[in-house]
Protein backbone atom coordinates (compact mmCIF):
# COMPACT_ATOMS: atom_id res chain seq x y z
CA UNK A 1 0.00 0.00 0.00
CA UNK A 2 2.65 2.47 1.18
CA UNK A 3 4.47 1.64 -2.36
CA UNK A 4 1.38 2.45 -4.14
CA UNK A 5 1.26 5.71 -2.69
CA UNK A 6 4.67 6.68 -2.82
CA UNK A 7 4.24 5.87 -6.89
CA UNK A 8 0.78 8.07 -7.17
CA UNK A 9 2.67 10.53 -5.34
CA UNK A 10 5.95 10.85 -7.54
CA UNK A 11 4.86 9.39 -11.01
CA UNK A 12 4.01 11.98 -13.44
CA UNK A 13 4.24 11.69 -17.43
CA UNK A 14 7.75 14.22 -18.26
CA UNK A 15 6.19 17.11 -19.73
CA UNK A 16 8.64 16.52 -23.06
CA UNK A 17 7.60 12.95 -23.76
CA UNK A 18 3.79 13.71 -23.25
CA UNK A 19 2.39 17.25 -22.80
CA UNK A 20 -1.04 16.12 -22.95
CA UNK A 21 -0.69 13.60 -21.12
CA UNK A 22 1.38 15.33 -18.09
CA UNK A 23 -1.67 17.94 -18.27
CA UNK A 24 -3.72 14.95 -17.19
CA UNK A 25 -1.69 13.35 -14.97
CA UNK A 26 -0.86 16.82 -12.80
CA UNK A 27 -4.92 17.62 -12.53
CA UNK A 28 -6.00 13.65 -11.43
CA UNK A 29 -3.19 13.41 -8.93
CA UNK A 30 -3.14 16.74 -7.80
CA UNK A 31 -6.90 16.16 -6.88
CA UNK A 32 -8.25 19.00 -8.95
CA UNK A 33 -10.92 17.21 -10.83
CA UNK A 34 -12.68 13.98 -11.85
CA UNK A 35 -14.14 13.07 -15.16
CA UNK A 36 -17.80 12.93 -14.35
CA UNK A 37 -20.94 10.33 -15.45
CA UNK A 38 -21.99 13.15 -18.20
CA UNK A 39 -19.49 12.60 -21.00
CA UNK A 40 -17.36 16.02 -21.57
CA UNK A 41 -18.13 16.91 -17.81
CA UNK A 42 -16.04 17.48 -15.13
CA UNK A 43 -16.19 17.29 -11.31
CA UNK A 44 -14.17 19.96 -9.56
CA UNK A 45 -12.99 19.03 -6.80
CA UNK A 46 -12.65 20.85 -3.35
CA UNK A 47 -8.75 22.05 -4.21
CA UNK A 48 -9.51 22.88 -7.48
CA UNK A 49 -12.61 24.68 -6.28
CA UNK A 50 -10.93 27.15 -3.97
CA UNK A 51 -8.33 28.15 -6.62
CA UNK A 52 -11.62 29.44 -8.70
CA UNK A 53 -13.00 31.26 -5.48
CA UNK A 54 -9.40 32.72 -4.99
CA UNK A 55 -9.72 33.93 -9.10
CA UNK A 56 -13.16 35.20 -7.95
CA UNK A 57 -12.49 37.07 -5.29
CA UNK A 58 -10.04 38.54 -6.89
CA UNK A 59 -11.72 39.67 -10.18
CA UNK A 60 -14.96 40.67 -8.42
CA UNK A 61 -13.25 43.17 -5.90
CA UNK A 62 -11.67 44.35 -9.37
CA UNK A 63 -15.24 44.66 -11.13
CA UNK A 64 -17.18 45.84 -8.18
CA UNK A 65 -14.09 48.75 -7.53
CA UNK A 66 -15.46 49.82 -11.15
CA UNK A 67 -19.02 50.40 -10.37
CA UNK A 68 -20.08 46.90 -11.77
CA UNK A 69 -22.67 44.90 -9.97
CA UNK A 70 -23.76 41.31 -9.94
CA UNK A 71 -27.07 39.85 -10.82
CA UNK A 72 -28.02 36.54 -12.17
CA UNK A 73 -30.02 35.71 -15.52
CA UNK A 74 -31.72 32.46 -16.01
CA UNK A 75 -29.86 29.28 -17.05
CA UNK A 76 -32.67 28.74 -19.82
CA UNK A 77 -33.30 30.68 -22.90
CA UNK A 78 -36.26 30.24 -25.63
CA UNK A 79 -35.46 29.57 -29.16
CA UNK A 80 -36.75 32.87 -30.15
CA UNK A 81 -34.89 34.96 -28.15
CA UNK A 82 -31.42 33.10 -29.22
CA UNK A 83 -32.56 33.09 -33.38
CA UNK A 84 -33.33 36.71 -33.09
CA UNK A 85 -30.00 37.79 -33.49
CA UNK A 86 -28.68 35.88 -37.01
CA UNK A 87 -24.91 35.73 -36.51
CA UNK A 88 -25.14 35.32 -32.59
CA UNK A 89 -27.26 32.06 -33.29
CA UNK A 90 -25.38 30.86 -36.68
CA UNK A 91 -21.95 31.02 -34.57
CA UNK A 92 -23.50 28.81 -31.54
CA UNK A 93 -25.82 26.49 -33.13
CA UNK A 94 -23.30 23.58 -33.11
CA UNK A 95 -22.58 24.03 -29.59
CA UNK A 96 -26.45 24.54 -28.27
CA UNK A 97 -27.83 21.95 -26.00
CA UNK A 98 -31.56 21.77 -26.43
CA UNK A 99 -34.37 21.19 -23.59
CA UNK A 100 -37.67 20.07 -25.36
CA UNK A 101 -39.31 18.47 -23.01
CA UNK A 102 -40.72 19.46 -18.64
CA UNK A 103 -41.34 16.35 -16.80
CA UNK A 104 -44.13 14.46 -19.41
CA UNK A 105 -44.91 17.31 -21.38
CA UNK A 106 -43.52 18.75 -25.03
CA UNK A 107 -42.29 22.10 -24.43
CA UNK A 108 -44.28 24.54 -26.64
CA UNK A 109 -40.93 26.18 -27.04
CA UNK A 110 -37.65 24.66 -27.10
CA UNK A 111 -35.68 26.14 -24.64
CA UNK A 112 -31.52 26.75 -24.90
CA UNK A 113 -29.20 26.03 -21.93
CA UNK A 114 -27.53 29.08 -22.32
CA UNK A 115 -23.85 29.15 -23.71
CA UNK A 116 -24.18 32.61 -23.03
CA UNK A 117 -26.36 35.06 -21.87
CA UNK A 118 -26.50 38.07 -24.69
CA UNK A 119 -30.18 37.38 -25.63
CA UNK A 120 -31.81 36.83 -22.48
CA UNK A 121 -29.88 39.97 -20.82
CA UNK A 122 -30.90 41.71 -23.77
CA UNK A 123 -34.74 40.62 -23.09
CA UNK A 124 -34.47 42.33 -19.93
CA UNK A 125 -32.69 45.24 -20.91
CA UNK A 126 -34.97 46.16 -23.25
CA UNK A 127 -37.50 46.56 -20.57
CA UNK A 128 -35.13 48.06 -18.02
CA UNK A 129 -34.03 51.09 -20.15
CA UNK A 130 -36.01 53.67 -21.01
CA UNK A 131 -34.17 56.84 -20.50
CA UNK A 132 -30.57 58.62 -20.39
CA UNK A 133 -31.03 58.68 -16.73
CA UNK A 134 -30.79 54.50 -16.92
CA UNK A 135 -27.72 54.63 -18.26
CA UNK A 136 -24.79 53.08 -17.89
CA UNK A 137 -26.14 49.74 -16.38
CA UNK A 138 -23.13 47.74 -15.55
CA UNK A 139 -23.73 44.51 -14.12
CA UNK A 140 -21.99 41.22 -13.93
CA UNK A 141 -23.22 37.71 -13.03
CA UNK A 142 -20.98 34.68 -11.72
CA UNK A 143 -22.41 31.36 -13.45
CA UNK A 144 -22.06 28.22 -15.64
CA UNK A 145 -22.78 27.90 -19.37
CA UNK A 146 -23.31 24.91 -21.62
CA UNK A 147 -21.18 24.65 -24.91
CA UNK A 148 -21.72 20.74 -26.48
CA UNK A 149 -17.86 20.54 -27.64
CA UNK A 150 -16.95 17.28 -29.33
CA UNK A 151 -13.36 17.34 -28.53
CA UNK A 152 -13.19 17.96 -24.86
CA UNK A 153 -10.08 18.22 -21.81
CA UNK A 154 -10.56 19.41 -18.61
CA UNK A 155 -10.77 23.35 -17.44
CA UNK A 156 -9.74 23.69 -21.22
CA UNK A 157 -12.68 22.66 -22.92
CA UNK A 158 -15.68 21.17 -21.25
CA UNK A 159 -19.56 20.66 -22.50
CA UNK A 160 -19.95 22.92 -18.97
CA UNK A 161 -18.07 24.93 -17.44
CA UNK A 162 -17.93 28.05 -14.89
CA UNK A 163 -17.55 31.71 -15.93
CA UNK A 164 -18.03 35.67 -15.32
CA UNK A 165 -19.87 37.06 -17.89
CA UNK A 166 -20.21 41.18 -17.89
CA UNK A 167 -23.24 42.70 -19.86
CA UNK A 168 -23.41 46.77 -19.99
CA UNK A 169 -25.46 49.07 -21.60
CA UNK A 170 -24.02 52.74 -22.41
CA UNK A 171 -25.22 55.83 -24.04
CA UNK A 172 -23.10 56.11 -26.65
CA UNK A 173 -20.18 54.70 -28.91
CA UNK A 174 -17.28 55.88 -27.23
CA UNK A 175 -18.61 55.14 -23.61
CA UNK A 176 -19.29 51.36 -24.74
CA UNK A 177 -15.66 51.36 -26.16
CA UNK A 178 -13.81 52.79 -23.13
CA UNK A 179 -15.37 50.33 -20.78
CA UNK A 180 -14.90 47.42 -23.47
CA UNK A 181 -10.76 48.34 -23.01
CA UNK A 182 -10.87 49.17 -19.34
CA UNK A 183 -12.19 45.54 -18.65
CA UNK A 184 -9.41 44.06 -21.18
CA UNK A 185 -7.11 46.08 -18.93
CA UNK A 186 -8.59 44.63 -15.66
CA UNK A 187 -8.04 41.01 -16.85
CA UNK A 188 -4.17 41.76 -18.09
CA UNK A 189 -3.55 43.19 -14.80
CA UNK A 190 -5.14 40.12 -13.58
CA UNK A 191 -3.33 37.64 -15.25
CA UNK A 192 -0.13 39.25 -14.70
CA UNK A 193 -0.63 40.57 -10.62
CA UNK A 194 -2.38 37.49 -9.79
CA UNK A 195 -1.92 34.41 -12.26
CA UNK A 196 1.93 35.75 -12.83
CA UNK A 197 0.96 35.03 -16.46
CA UNK A 198 2.20 37.46 -18.88
CA UNK A 199 -0.15 37.99 -21.79
CA UNK A 200 -0.54 40.22 -25.16
CA UNK A 201 -3.31 41.85 -25.64
CA UNK A 202 -4.96 43.23 -28.74
CA UNK A 203 -7.97 43.08 -31.18
CA UNK A 204 -9.80 39.77 -32.92
CA UNK A 205 -10.04 39.46 -36.60
CA UNK A 206 -13.22 39.84 -37.84
CA UNK A 207 -13.12 35.93 -38.52
CA UNK A 208 -12.19 35.28 -35.14
CA UNK A 209 -14.51 37.90 -32.84
CA UNK A 210 -17.26 37.40 -30.83
CA UNK A 211 -20.51 36.09 -33.25
CA UNK A 212 -22.56 39.79 -33.16
CA UNK A 213 -19.74 41.75 -32.03
CA UNK A 214 -18.82 45.14 -33.47
CA UNK A 215 -15.05 44.25 -32.36
CA UNK A 216 -13.43 42.00 -29.67
CA UNK A 217 -10.49 42.66 -27.51
CA UNK A 218 -8.11 39.49 -26.40
CA UNK A 219 -5.67 38.40 -23.97
CA UNK A 220 -3.46 35.73 -25.61
CA UNK A 221 -0.88 33.81 -23.32
CA UNK A 222 1.63 31.02 -24.10
CA UNK A 223 1.50 27.77 -22.86
CA UNK A 224 5.14 25.66 -22.29
CA UNK A 225 4.36 23.13 -25.49
CA UNK A 226 4.38 26.32 -27.43
CA UNK A 227 0.20 26.56 -28.48
CA UNK A 228 -1.45 29.62 -27.36
CA UNK A 229 -4.68 29.82 -25.30
CA UNK A 230 -7.08 32.92 -25.17
CA UNK A 231 -6.95 33.81 -21.38
CA UNK A 232 -9.96 36.21 -21.48
CA UNK A 233 -12.02 38.19 -24.35
CA UNK A 234 -13.77 41.48 -23.70
CA UNK A 235 -16.39 42.36 -26.90
CA UNK A 236 -18.45 45.94 -28.03
CA UNK A 237 -21.31 45.14 -29.33
CA UNK A 238 -22.16 48.04 -30.66
CA UNK A 239 -25.84 48.54 -31.67
CA UNK A 240 -26.34 44.79 -33.03
CA UNK A 241 -28.01 43.53 -30.37
CA UNK A 242 -29.78 47.14 -29.17
CA UNK A 243 -31.44 46.96 -32.41
CA UNK A 244 -32.64 43.77 -32.56
CA UNK A 245 -33.68 43.50 -28.87
CA UNK A 246 -35.04 47.13 -29.22
CA UNK A 247 -32.94 48.51 -26.12
CA UNK A 248 -33.76 52.18 -26.83
CA UNK A 249 -33.45 55.27 -24.20
CA UNK A 250 -34.71 58.95 -24.56
CA UNK A 251 -31.98 60.89 -24.75
CA UNK A 252 -31.01 64.44 -23.12
CA UNK A 253 -32.53 66.31 -26.33
CA UNK A 254 -35.75 64.72 -26.77
CA UNK A 255 -34.29 61.96 -29.19
CA UNK A 256 -35.01 58.03 -28.92
CA UNK A 257 -31.85 56.47 -29.31
CA UNK A 258 -30.45 52.69 -29.00
CA UNK A 259 -28.19 52.09 -26.95
CA UNK A 260 -24.49 50.71 -26.87
CA UNK A 261 -23.24 47.73 -25.27
CA UNK A 262 -20.44 45.76 -23.96
CA UNK A 263 -20.19 41.77 -22.78
CA UNK A 264 -16.56 40.56 -21.33
CA UNK A 265 -15.82 36.88 -19.58
CA UNK A 266 -13.15 34.85 -18.72
CA UNK A 267 -13.74 31.09 -17.52
CA UNK A 268 -12.20 27.96 -15.36
CA UNK A 269 -10.21 28.03 -18.12
CA UNK A 270 -7.80 30.19 -16.56
CA UNK A 271 -7.23 26.51 -14.15
CA UNK A 272 -6.08 25.09 -17.13
CA UNK A 273 -3.59 28.40 -18.11
CA UNK A 274 -1.88 28.01 -14.18
CA UNK A 275 -1.58 24.25 -14.74
CA UNK A 276 0.12 24.63 -18.04
CA UNK A 277 2.59 28.01 -17.72
CA UNK A 278 3.31 26.93 -14.78
CA UNK A 279 3.98 23.70 -13.84
CA UNK A 280 6.45 21.45 -13.61
CA UNK A 281 7.77 17.74 -13.29
CA UNK A 282 6.93 17.48 -9.95
CA UNK A 283 3.45 18.73 -10.24
CA UNK A 284 1.59 21.64 -10.00
CA UNK A 285 3.22 25.16 -9.37
CA UNK A 286 0.55 27.68 -8.02
CA UNK A 287 0.49 31.63 -7.82
CA UNK A 288 0.53 32.71 -4.37
CA UNK A 289 -2.43 34.91 -4.71
CA UNK A 290 -4.94 31.99 -5.59
CA UNK A 291 -3.23 29.23 -3.86
CA UNK A 292 -5.71 27.57 -1.89
CA UNK A 293 -2.92 26.66 0.61
CA UNK A 294 0.30 29.53 0.95
CA UNK A 295 2.41 27.48 3.29
CA UNK A 296 2.28 24.28 4.33
CA UNK A 297 3.90 23.31 7.66
CA UNK A 298 5.42 19.87 7.93
CA UNK A 299 6.68 19.32 11.14
CA UNK A 300 9.65 16.46 11.37
CA UNK A 301 10.19 13.72 13.74
CA UNK A 302 5.92 14.65 14.74
CA UNK A 303 6.36 11.83 17.71
CA UNK A 304 9.02 14.05 19.83
CA UNK A 305 8.08 16.02 22.13
CA UNK A 306 7.00 19.31 22.07
CA UNK A 307 7.21 19.29 17.78
CA UNK A 308 3.86 19.05 17.58
CA UNK A 309 3.34 21.94 19.85
CA UNK A 310 5.39 24.31 18.46
CA UNK A 311 4.68 23.60 14.56
CA UNK A 312 0.83 24.36 16.35
CA UNK A 313 2.02 27.84 17.60
CA UNK A 314 3.58 28.77 14.31
CA UNK A 315 0.63 27.61 12.60
CA UNK A 316 -1.57 30.32 14.61
CA UNK A 317 0.91 32.87 14.64
CA UNK A 318 1.11 32.97 10.19
CA UNK A 319 -2.97 32.12 10.32
CA UNK A 320 -3.73 35.17 12.22
CA UNK A 321 -1.46 37.37 9.55
CA UNK A 322 -4.26 36.24 6.92
CA UNK A 323 -2.31 33.83 4.78
CA UNK A 324 -3.91 30.81 4.06
CA UNK A 325 -1.72 27.75 6.00
CA UNK A 326 -2.69 24.15 6.84
CA UNK A 327 -0.46 22.09 9.17
CA UNK A 328 0.25 18.17 8.01
CA UNK A 329 0.21 15.90 11.17
CA UNK A 330 -0.73 13.03 9.71
CA UNK A 331 1.51 10.26 11.76
CA UNK A 332 0.93 7.84 8.54
CA UNK A 333 3.37 9.52 5.95
CA UNK A 334 6.97 10.25 6.29
CA UNK A 335 8.04 13.56 5.67
CA UNK A 336 9.65 12.93 3.05
CA UNK A 337 6.41 11.32 1.40
CA UNK A 338 4.41 14.69 2.57
CA UNK A 339 7.38 17.04 0.33
CA UNK A 340 5.94 15.13 -2.67
CA UNK A 341 2.89 15.38 -2.03
CA UNK A 342 2.71 19.35 -1.41
CA UNK A 343 5.06 20.14 -4.39
CA UNK A 344 2.58 17.97 -6.36
CA UNK A 345 -0.12 20.49 -5.08
CA UNK A 346 1.98 23.61 -5.81
CA UNK A 347 2.20 24.99 -2.25
CA UNK A 348 4.49 27.95 -2.81
CA UNK A 349 5.98 27.93 0.38
CA UNK A 350 6.93 24.90 2.64
CA UNK A 351 7.81 25.34 6.84
CA UNK A 352 9.86 22.31 8.22
CA UNK A 353 10.34 21.83 11.83
CA UNK A 354 11.73 19.64 13.83
CA UNK A 355 13.96 19.43 17.23
CA UNK A 356 17.35 20.99 15.96
CA UNK A 357 15.15 24.11 14.26
CA UNK A 358 13.48 24.55 17.67
CA UNK A 359 16.86 24.56 19.65
CA UNK A 360 17.96 26.94 17.29
CA UNK A 361 14.14 29.49 17.90
CA UNK A 362 13.96 28.66 13.35
CA UNK A 363 11.64 27.46 10.72
CA UNK A 364 13.13 25.91 7.54
CA UNK A 365 11.23 27.77 4.37
CA UNK A 366 11.47 26.23 1.04
CA UNK A 367 10.00 27.96 -2.24
CA UNK A 368 7.92 25.32 -4.60
CA UNK A 369 9.42 27.17 -7.79
CA UNK A 370 13.12 26.86 -7.64
CA UNK A 371 13.30 24.95 -4.13
CA UNK A 372 15.61 27.16 -2.40
CA UNK A 373 15.96 26.53 1.48
CA UNK A 374 16.57 29.39 4.02
CA UNK A 375 16.50 29.44 7.78
CA UNK A 376 14.30 31.85 9.64
CA UNK A 377 13.92 33.09 13.08
CA UNK A 378 10.49 32.24 14.14
CA UNK A 379 10.26 35.77 15.35
CA UNK A 380 10.55 36.67 12.04
CA UNK A 381 8.77 34.20 10.43
CA UNK A 382 5.59 36.07 8.77
CA UNK A 383 7.55 38.62 7.38
CA UNK A 384 9.84 36.09 6.15
CA UNK A 385 7.01 34.01 4.27
CA UNK A 386 5.44 37.56 2.86
CA UNK A 387 8.57 38.22 1.17
CA UNK A 388 8.94 35.08 -0.27
CA UNK A 389 5.40 34.77 -1.32
CA UNK A 390 6.00 37.49 -3.17
CA UNK A 391 9.28 36.49 -4.39
CA UNK A 392 7.77 33.41 -5.99
CA UNK A 393 5.20 35.39 -7.63
CA UNK A 394 8.14 37.29 -9.62
CA UNK A 395 9.60 34.18 -10.30
CA UNK A 396 6.71 32.68 -11.88
CA UNK A 397 6.49 35.40 -13.63
CA UNK A 398 9.74 36.39 -15.25
CA UNK A 399 10.26 32.40 -15.79
CA UNK A 400 6.69 32.14 -17.64
CA UNK A 401 7.80 35.52 -19.61
CA UNK A 402 11.47 34.62 -20.76
CA UNK A 403 9.36 30.98 -21.73
CA UNK A 404 7.26 33.11 -23.85
CA UNK A 405 9.82 35.20 -25.30
CA UNK A 406 11.81 32.14 -26.44
CA UNK A 407 8.39 30.86 -28.13
CA UNK A 408 7.95 34.22 -30.15
CA UNK A 409 9.63 34.63 -33.66
CA UNK A 410 9.21 36.99 -36.56
CA UNK A 411 8.28 35.39 -40.00
CA UNK A 412 8.82 37.74 -43.23
CA UNK A 413 7.96 35.00 -45.58
CA UNK A 414 5.92 32.08 -45.86
CA UNK A 415 8.67 29.88 -45.50
CA UNK A 416 9.88 31.26 -42.12
CA UNK A 417 6.60 31.49 -40.90
CA UNK A 418 5.55 27.71 -41.90
CA UNK A 419 9.25 26.78 -40.00
CA UNK A 420 8.33 28.73 -37.16
CA UNK A 421 5.21 26.71 -36.74
CA UNK A 422 5.91 23.82 -37.27
CA UNK A 423 9.67 23.27 -35.46
CA UNK A 424 10.17 26.22 -33.68
CA UNK A 425 6.34 26.41 -32.21
CA UNK A 426 5.01 29.61 -30.57
CA UNK A 427 3.93 33.04 -31.26
CA UNK A 428 4.57 34.03 -35.19
CA UNK A 429 4.42 37.65 -35.46
CA UNK A 430 3.83 38.34 -39.15
CA UNK A 431 2.54 41.09 -41.57
CA UNK A 432 -0.92 40.67 -42.46
CA UNK A 433 -3.25 41.94 -45.71
CA UNK A 434 -6.15 42.02 -43.40
CA UNK A 435 -7.87 39.41 -45.96
CA UNK A 436 -10.03 36.61 -44.95
CA UNK A 437 -8.89 34.73 -47.97
CA UNK A 438 -5.28 34.52 -46.81
CA UNK A 439 -6.17 34.25 -43.11
CA UNK A 440 -8.13 30.90 -44.33
CA UNK A 441 -5.44 29.75 -46.21
CA UNK A 442 -2.71 30.50 -43.37
CA UNK A 443 -4.94 28.15 -41.23
CA UNK A 444 -5.54 25.76 -43.77
CA UNK A 445 -1.93 25.41 -45.04
CA UNK A 446 -0.14 25.39 -41.07
CA UNK A 447 -2.91 25.10 -38.15
CA UNK A 448 -2.43 28.65 -37.00
CA UNK A 449 -5.10 31.20 -36.75
CA UNK A 450 -4.84 35.14 -35.94
CA UNK A 451 -4.53 35.07 -32.23
CA UNK A 452 -4.44 38.84 -31.96
CA UNK A 453 -3.31 42.40 -33.81
CA UNK A 454 -1.59 43.84 -30.93
CA UNK A 455 -1.97 47.49 -29.79
CA UNK A 456 1.54 47.22 -30.08
CA UNK A 457 2.51 47.07 -33.59
CA UNK A 458 5.86 46.63 -35.05
CA UNK A 459 6.66 47.14 -39.03
CA UNK A 460 8.78 43.72 -39.72
CA UNK A 461 7.71 44.36 -43.31
CA UNK A 462 5.75 46.26 -45.97
CA UNK A 463 3.90 42.92 -47.20
CA UNK A 464 1.44 40.18 -46.28
CA UNK A 465 3.49 36.90 -45.39
CA UNK A 466 1.12 34.56 -46.95
CA UNK A 467 0.24 36.89 -50.46
CA UNK A 468 2.93 39.66 -50.68
CA UNK A 469 -0.02 42.32 -50.79
CA UNK A 470 0.53 45.21 -48.92
CA UNK A 471 -0.18 44.54 -45.36
CA UNK A 472 -2.12 46.50 -42.99
CA UNK A 473 -1.43 45.05 -39.53
CA UNK A 474 1.46 42.69 -37.59
CA UNK A 475 -0.25 40.13 -36.35
CA UNK A 476 0.39 37.38 -33.63
CA UNK A 477 -0.16 33.77 -35.11
CA UNK A 478 -0.02 30.37 -32.92
CA UNK A 479 -1.89 26.99 -32.97
CA UNK A 480 -4.01 27.30 -29.95
CA UNK A 481 -6.22 25.32 -27.74
Sequence with gaps: MEKKQQEFVTHITPKEEDF????????????????????????????????????????????KATGHKNAYFPLFIPESLLRKEAEHVEGFAPEVAWVTRGGSEELAEPLVVRPTSETIICAMYAKWVQSYRDLP????????????????RPFLRTAEFLWQEGH??????????????????????????????????????????????????????MMQDGKALQAGTSHNLGQHFAKVFDIQYLDKDGQLKYAWQTSWGVSTRLIGAIIMV?????????????APVQVIIVPIAIHK???????????RQIADAG???????????????????????GVPVRLEIGPKDIEKNQVVLV???????????????????????VEVHKGIYDKALKMRENFTHVARNFDEFKEAIEVKKGFVKAMWCGERECEDNIKAETGATTRCIPFE????????????????????FARAY
Design 20 to 63: SQWYTDVILKADLVDYAPVKGCMVIKPYGYAIWENIQKELDARF
Design 137 to 152: ILYNQWCNVVRWEKST
Design 168 to 221: TVHATEEEAEEETLKILGIYKEFAENVLAIPVVVGRKSEKEKFAGALRTYTMEA
Design 278 to 290: HGDERGLVLPPKV
Design 305 to 315: EGVLDKAREVY
Design 323 to 345: IRVEIDDRDTQTPGWKFNEWELK
Design 367 to 389: RRDNFEKVAVPMDNVVQAINHML
Design 457 to 476: QEHIDDHCVYCGRLAKHMVY
